[in-house]
């Protein structure tokens, strides 16, 4: 089938399930999934609008942990698919429950406060359930410094992962010192240059591999083509990135500044290439071009054709004549702590508590 042909079946679908289902779709979708979506946003707009959600089902286009987020938070009547199971995070495969327990134990032994973990979306089930069992919360991007500055003012020390450049960039915003930060290694071995018996954050060694590509000969590239260029980036670049560049933030926050900046503004944005190009054509009075062409393989993996399929077994399953592709379920073990943890960030960042 062309494309064309798969995105009126598609339509025709969504058409005569009506109600039944809803198409969440991440920033970072390819810009055809993105239109036939019934909501679009980064990780923690996702994770709250698809808990609000009354669908039976729920297919969510983005990467599985994602989707894992939105199964957590689902009431019991609620499945959650995603087109394309082989869609993950490298990130989030850097660190596992053994590893966060030896660190965790490693850290605890070493510091003299409390150590609570805060663990990024950007992590599967095990460990959003790691952190809700010590009390921790999950955070995003846009909101990771009100997560910080929560358990800082109850006096705990926190353990940040498992992005190192989002923690090291989000403590510069909060002004933390050097001496008081500790990288986190994969074997257990801290690194501080201060006491690590009085540190405040302990970051895990992990990185993005989006947005790990982004060079300060990049920005000198654009800098010397553009003389007028505004360059944003998303806080998982590196340090050096973030304090040559304008200004950083979220996605939502990315596209949200972008929409609202005046006409014949000119941009170079340091995140995802899909997302990029999209912006390029929403926003069609200003000039955006990405710092470096840089796009996550595994958002690329939610295709036409497997979205297509997804609401094809819905449709079978709905009349009891076939299995649904692919849904998502989270471990019972698991289930209840990574809840927990999830509704700790939105009612922190909600001023619930």
């Known amino acids: 089938m062309t494309e064309k042909e798969i995105t009126e079946k598609i339509i025709d679908l969504k058409n005569q399930l009506k109600d039944k289902i809803t198409i969440p779709a991440h920033h970072y979708q390819n810009i055809e999934i993105v239109k036939l979506s019934d909501f679009i946003g980064d990780s923690y707009k996702l994770a709250v609008e698809s808990s609000k959600t009354s669908a039976k089902y729920i297919i969510f286009c983005g990467v599985r942990f994602m989707a894992e987020s939105a199964s957590i938070l689902a009431k019991d009547y609620q499945k959650v698919l995603i087109p394309n199971v082989q869609a993950g995070c490298p990130m989030a495969d850097m660190i596992d429950l053994k590893i966060a327990n030896k660190v965790y134990e490693i850290m605890s032994n070493a510091c003299e406060n409390k150590i609570i973990p805060v663990v990024y979306m950007n992590s599967y089930a095990d460990m959003k359930s790691f952190c809700g069992e010590k009390d921790g919360s999950v955070c995003t991007s846009s909101n990771a410094k009100t997560i910080l500055e929560y358990y800082f003012k109850q006096g705990h020390s926190v353990f940040f992962f498992p992005d190192y450049h989002l923690g090291k960039n989000t403590s510069n915003l909060m002004g933390i010192p050097q ?3 500790v990288k986190v290694k994969k074997d ?3 690194e501080c240059t ?5 540190a405040k954050l302990f970051l895990w060694d992990g990185f993005c591999h989006v947005h790990q590509t982004f060079t300060e000969g990049d920005i ?3 800098k010397e083509k553009y003389s007028n260029i505004k360059i944003i980036v998303h806080p998982e670049c590196k340090e050096s990135i973030v304090k040559l560049s304008d200004m950083s933030g979220s996605t939502e926050q990315i596209y949200k500044i972008i929409k609202e900046s ?3 503004t000119t941009w170079a944005v340091g995140t995802e290439a899909n997302f990029i190009y999209r912006m390029s054509k929403d926003f069609r009075d200003k000039v955006i071009i990405p710092l470096r062409v840089s796009p996550c393989m595994n958002m690329e993996k939610i295709t036409l054709s497997l979205l297509y399929q997804s609401l094809q077994s819905v449709m079978d399953y709905d009349n009891n004549s076939g299995s649904l592709k692919y849904e998502i379920s989270v471990a019972q073990e698991y289930k209840i702590n990574a809840h927990k943890s999830l509704q700790k ?3 922190i960042v909600s001023g619930k508590i």
């Open 194 to 198: 201060g006491d690590v018996k009085k």
């Open 262 to 264: 005046p006409a014949g």
């Open 188 to 190: 257990g071995t801290l």
């Open 345 to 347: 960030m939105i009612d």
């Open 179 to 181: 001496q008081q930060i």
């Open 220 to 222: 000198k590239l654009v």
